[in-house]
């Protein structure tokens, strides 16, 4: 990985600051996307005491927006005119319904539609820099979950854990479609599942929901184990050619018939296309 440019989304904790960590120390430098300035400023310390000569770099911004979203892609590609890696990562699962000021469901547009604005905006480095990659952290939640195309907000009958597990489903489709639009240039794309890890993820859900998660937890993997398939996507040369593919444990894992479905992974990207306001 040494020369390397790797740019990833919810890496100042969790399972997307260890991938950093083990990816910088195979001589990647990292690009971090974050929200919040002091974790975000503690890991790039990090980051960059562990090898002085590679220059880190951070961009701050709000995934949850679109405009913030397409100016964060502005400003990076504009940055890096080659990015090797993009390691989609950052996510969030809500006790309570609640809408951003794009009109978004904020589970949907944290979890997927950051993935495809930023992914569309980040085309030309990816492209330029090509063999490359994307990685999408989706999850198992997807499983039972199915996409209403007429209610894509979660309107009707919110549950945290239900749109949750749509937005992993939804990054599963996302990835289908991203290889098969990007096939023949180079640029792969895969995701997959952690499994279930103990970091901060869900403990600001609200109500229930955070106390379940945390309850949970006592069964859950470590951030080390929960970052193995993250890291093995972006580096190894054993999937360089695989495209389209959902991963556990840096092995190919098989998603449910929904999340299989070509047809509705089209039809989201085009949806998708329609909410940000980007040609499809």
């Known amino acids: 990985m040494r020369g390397k440019v790797v740019v990833i989304t919810g890496a100042t904790s969790g399972i997307g600051e260890v991938a950093a960590r083990r990816l910088a120390g195979m001589g990647a430098r990292i690009v971090l996307v974050a929200r919040d300035k002091a974790r975000g400023e503690a890991t790039l310390r990090r980051l960059s ?75 030309e480095p990816l492209l330029a820099a090509a063999p490359a990659r994307v990685v999408n952290t989706a999850s198992d939640a997807h499983r039972g979950a199915k996409l209403d195309f007429d209610d894509l907000q979660s309107a009707n009958g919110y549950s945290g854990y239900k749109a949750y597990g749509r937005s992993k489903l939804c990054n599963i489709l996302f990835t289908r479609e991203l290889s098969r639009f990007w096939s023949g240039k180079e640029v792969t794309a895969n995701c997959l599942h952690p499994g279930f890890v103990a970091t901060r993820f869900g403990d600001s859900s609200g109500g229930l929901l955070s106390r379940v998660v945390r309850m949970a937890k006592i069964f859950a993997i470590s951030p080390e184990n929960g970052a193995r398939t993250i890291v093995y996507l972006a580096s190894s040369p054993e999937v360089a050619g695989i495209s389209g593919r959902y991963f556990h444990q840096c092995r190919p894992a098989t998603p449910t018939t929904g999340a299989r479905d070509d047809a509705a992974a089209q039809r989201l990207w085009i949806e998708s296309a329609k909410l940000a306001g980007i040609a499809a």
């Not at 502005?74 to 080659?82: G, L, S, V, W």
Request: glycine share 6%; net charge negative; hydrophobic share 45%.
């Open 49 to 123: 005491a562990a090898d002085t000569s590679i220059s880190h770099s951070i961009h701050y911004g709000d995934l949850s927006r679109i405009s913030e979203m397409k100016r964060l892609a502005a400003q990076i590609a504009a940055a890096e005119p080659r990015i090797d890696v993009l390691i989609n990562n950052a996510g969030a699962m809500f006790g309570s319904r609640h809408v951003t000021e794009d009109n978004l469901e904020l589970t949907f547009a944290v979890n997927h539609m950051a993935y495809f604005v930023l992914t569309q905006g980040l085309r």
